[in-house]
């Protein structure tokens, strides 16, 4: 899953998925709160769980932060079975501390996104 305002950024990161992992689909989310009604609705099946979560940090009305602390409230399989990946272009120190240091975050990934980027990952 990709969680991404830009739509530019949305079609790099997931043109670089479908390159990584071949056989998996990439689901596309404008929005943190998009993605977290999709997490909500399909909580429950395991199967329509994203294993891999692509969260950019910088986006309107619910950041990546605020979409992590959303995240936690979540069950511990759900957890599991999501990783997350945050991609961003921030150079704030204390934002990127936050991210390394956050429970939920396997890799935290500067922009511009490069082809090798989810190779150790997926």
């Known amino acids: 899953m ?3 305002d830009n739509l530019i ?5 997931a043109h670089v ?3 990584v992992n071949t056989n998996g689909e990439v689901i596309v989310m404008e929005s943190a709160m998009k993605a977290l009604e999709y997490l909500y609705e ?3 099946n395991p199967l329509a769980m994203p294993s891999l979560i692509v969260l950019d940090l910088d986006m309107p009305e619910l950041n990546g932060l605020g979409f992590l602390r959303k995240f936690e409230k979540f069950s511990r399989e759900v957890k599991s079975i999501c990783r ?9 120190q204390a934002d ?8 939920n975050v396997s890799k935290l ?5 490069d082809k090798n980027a ?4 997926i």
């Open 42 to 44: 399909n909580q429950n």
């Open 96 to 103: 990127i501390e936050h991210i390394q240091a956050h429970p």
């Open 17 to 19: 998925l479908k390159n």
């Open 109 to 113: 990934i500067l922009k511009p996104l």
């Open 84 to 92: 997350i990946v945050v991609l961003t272009a921030s150079e704030i």
């Open 2 to 4: 990709v969680v991404d």
């Open 118 to 121: 989810f190779a150790p990952i």
């Open 9 to 13: 950024d949305q079609m790099i990161t």
